[in-house]
DNA sequence: CAACGCGTTCACGACTCGTTTACAGCGGCG
DNA sequence: CGCCGCTGTAAACGAGTCGTGAACGCGTTG
């Protein structure tokens, strides 16, 4: 099932690499630190790269159940993703807003 | 499942050397005096460098068997680790706490 | 028996994480 | 222009996790 791939693949965004399975996403090898939510966000948002996910589809996935209504939790953390992700690859714009729909990971920053 | 490796492999973290099969840890040649379990840890730790382990998998490595609920052991020897490892190579932070998942050894302290 | 070493457990303060709240900025529309 | 819904993000908050000194249990040694 799905389920499986995601702990299992890996996924990579120029010197990004993301490593489920090993709890860690790494920038050149070393790894970034992320909370577990981050990083299930993050997972989420690149194993459907250059799609648009809606933000119900997106909490769905990473919290196990659709978003009450609002919940700004998501936005928080796409929030501190890009943060963390903008510190360590500052030439990449990895995560799109999509306003009205949801976002969308973008492996090569455009 | 690592045994052989953990039994005859050595390791090496700047002016540390781990010696797994004399039962010994070295700081400039000369040993640290870690107790069985502390060595044990690190040398779990020293043989999946880099990697974050989870609570689960060191426990399970070293004790033989899976954690019970709020057992801290684990924590007690990673502070007993770092206390000795502090001491002996105050320039160097070689185990790393991931919150909620559990500890990272990184051999040139970063 | 007393002293010791080691592994484990306990206690409590400090810190981290996920969530919520608050407020600012932006764009569309009347 | 003012209003409104949506998003970005800093700050606050409570629950839970971690760090660590101390106490404890127990086998070993003198």
Known sequence: MYED???????????????PDEHAALVDG????????????????ASHAER??????????????????????LD????????KLGDALPELTLIHTHTGIGYRFSPDGA
């Open 76 to 83: 928080v953390y796409v929030s501190r993703l890009r943060s």
């Open 5 to 19: 791939k995601g702990r299992t693949q890996r996924y990579r965004a120029g010197r990004l690499e993301i490593r």
């Open 52 to 73: 648009i996910m809606s933000r119900e589809e997106l909490y769905e996935a990473v919290w196990g159940r659709p978003p009450r209504r609002s919940d700004r939790s």
């Open 30 to 45: 070393r790894p970034l630190s992320l909370t577990l939510r981050e990083l299930q966000l993050l997972t989420e948002l």
